[in-house]
């Protein structure tokens, strides 16, 4: 299984950006995919799930309201569409394939990550 993160970069603080997780080598139909993020010197940090049937969300405290995952199943592929961006958000992003939990340990498969940086 491979999953293959894109689309980070640098924006200005209130901008935003799309990332997409692109899965090979696995039907996604019966997993979650997560985004998680990482800061210099921090723990991977949960920012939100998406169950593949039915396509219920889950998000982190910090990014609700501002972050909105969907995903295609025909392109098994998932989005992390992410408006009103803080400096506080810059990380390098993670998608990995799971249960939908919180849990970083609750995943088996993760991206390579791709570096968002948010100026201010």
């Known amino acids: 299984v491979q999953l293959q993160a894109s689309g980070g970069g640098l924006v200005q603080a209130g901008g935003s950006l799309r990332l997409s997780c692109a899965a090979s080598?696995?039907?996604?139909?019966?997993?979650?995919m997560g985004w998680f993020r990482q800061a210099p010197g921090k723990e991977r940090e949960f920012v939100g799930a998406i169950s593949w049937i039915g396509g219920s969300t889950y998000y982190g405290v910090s990014v609700k309201g501002r972050f909105t995952i969907s995903r295609d199943n025909a392109k098994n592929t998932v989005y992390l569409q992410m408006n009103s961006l803080k400096p506080e958000d810059t990380a390098v992003y993670y998608c990995?394939?799971?249960?939908?939990?919180?849990?970083?340990?609750?995943?088996?498969?993760w991206g390579q990550g791709t570096q968002v940086t948010v100026s201010s």
């Open positions: 080598g696995r039907t996604l139909s019966r997993y979650a």
């Open positions: 990995a394939t799971g249960t939908g939990s919180p849990r970083t340990d609750e995943y088996d498969y």
